[in-house]
């Protein structure tokens, strides 16, 4: 059933793209990588080599485009800001309407394995009330959300402000649920304090301060701190893995993006090592990434970003995060008022923190704890940074129990 007064738009891209995609990866010129076997100075040579010969030669875009196109597609103008997204009709009595927010570097793709049993919960063993009219946009910047070429400011605050015109103002719900994960948490948490008296709640796959892109080194996750000295091994071990896991992109993100696009929007092979590296080590793949996304999966992904011509725009956003920076529109406590449910996963347990119970403790003994009307928070020790892909199954019954009696 598509939506009244709009056209579903099924994804297609142009042949010429992708001869062009084709062209380009056997044209790929390779460097000298000696030495990077076990990948200690990036993606390993014969990793990257033969994903880029299956992506030329064996992988087929039209059967990926046809599993995607199952579901409705629509591309609308948001106050000049191009937005495509995906829905999923609810299948309930009364399904409320839910937007769900990506990060980066993901795609609109990586909610797949959760919108169907999210807006048909009947049909996946669970409750036919708990459905959701699941939309779900690529990021302004993102995917096939582009191009922005009147709107070089976009940041996470900003995207907030599209997606609830998106949901009030075009879709016409005066009320609906939010959830995202990684920049998708902190869009998803922006909507939970600028525009809680419209969300019947929030889930988000982590729960940091809104503040946290603001300051002179948003791009530093030590902020320019040494180690002290005394640190226990492997508390220090941790600190010196997650920094080794985040700081390279945060840092070329936030501080160079531009110089980092030009590259990457010119070598398919680059992008797709660019972003490869962070599937790699964000996911819980234990250092074997196609047990989390089979080749064509990762496939799939990198080629809705190149086709989208998206991967300086989305990159750039981290910059403008850092440029634009986030002020609260009211001095309330909490900050994000809407009720707000969050999902841990073990991949990114910090320091120190081994269970479940001990990551619950641990973010309710934090400052960020204040900030969040939090009604539900599940760890789970298991499970990397792509929550809904990686734990389809948890992160579906984790947001079903944040609204359960919030609609």
């Known amino acids: 059933m598509s939506i009244t007064g709009l ?42 080599r033969a994903l880029v010969e299956h992506w030329a030669h064996r992988y087929d875009w039209r059967a990926a485009e046809r599993a995607i196109n199952a579901y409705e597609h629509y591309r609308v103008d948001v106050g000049g800001v191009p937005v495509h997204f995906m829905r999923r009709p609810g299948a309930g009595p009364s399904p409320t309407p839910l937007i769900l927010s990506h990060g980066w570097p993901w795609t609109f793709w990586h909610w797949s394995k959760v919108v169907d049993a999210l807006a048909d919960p009947g049909a996946h063993g669970g409750d036919p009330a708990d459905a959701f009219d699941v939309i779900v946009p690529s990021l302004p910047g993102f995917g096939f959300s582009t191009p922005l ?35 998708g ?16 709640g929030i889930h988000i796959g982590s729960a940091q301060k809104l503040t946290m892109f603001n300051g002179d080194r948003a791009w530093d996750l030590s902020g320019g701190n ?9 508390i220090r071990a941790r600190i010196v893995a997650l920094e080794r896991r985040f700081a390279v992109h945060l840092a070329a993100h936030v501080l160079d993006p531009e110089t980092l696009g030009y590259g990457l929007s010119d070598s398919p092979a680059g992008m797709l090592a660019w972003v490869l590296r962070r599937w790699s080590t964000w996911s819980d793949s234990h250092g074997d990434v196609e047990t989390v996304f089979p ?29 634009y920076p986030w002020q609260p529109s009211h001095d309330r406590w909490p900050v994000v008022q809407a009720p707000t449910g969050i999902t841990f996963v073990g991949h990114e347990n910090p ?6 119970e001990e990551r619950v403790r641990h973010f309710l003994a934090s400052d960020r704890a204040a900030w969040y009307h939090h009604v539900n928070i599940t760890a789970h020790e298991h499970g990397g940074h792509f929550i809904p892909w990686e734990l389809p199954g948890e992160w579906v019954d984790d947001l079903r129990r944040t609204f359960r009696g919030r609609r």
């Open 7 to 48: 056209r579903q738009q099924p994804i297609h891209v142009p042949d010429e793209v992708l001869d062009d995609l084709t062209a380009r990866l056997k044209a790929t010129r390779w460097p000298r990588d000696t030495g990077n076997d076990d990948g200690f100075y990036g993606v390993p040579p014969a990793q990257l």
């Open 149 to 183: 070429p009147a709107h070089p400011d976009m940041n996470f605050w900003k995207i907030a402000d599209v997606f609830h015109e998106l949901m009030t103002g075009v879709l016409g719900h005066n009320r609906y649920a939010a959830a995202g994960c990684d920049v």
């Open 185 to 200: 948490a902190l869009i998803t948490g922006q909507l939970g304090h600028k525009y809680a008296a419209h969300l019947h």
């Open 226 to 234: 040494p180690l002290p000295d005394d640190l226990p091994p492997h």
């Open 295 to 323: 080749r064509d999966d990762l496939l799939t992904h990198a080629t809705i970003i190149w086709a989208g011509a998206s991967i300086t725009s989305s990159i750039r956003t981290y910059a403008n995060n850092n440029r």
């Open 351 to 356: 320091p120190g923190v081994t269970t479940g």
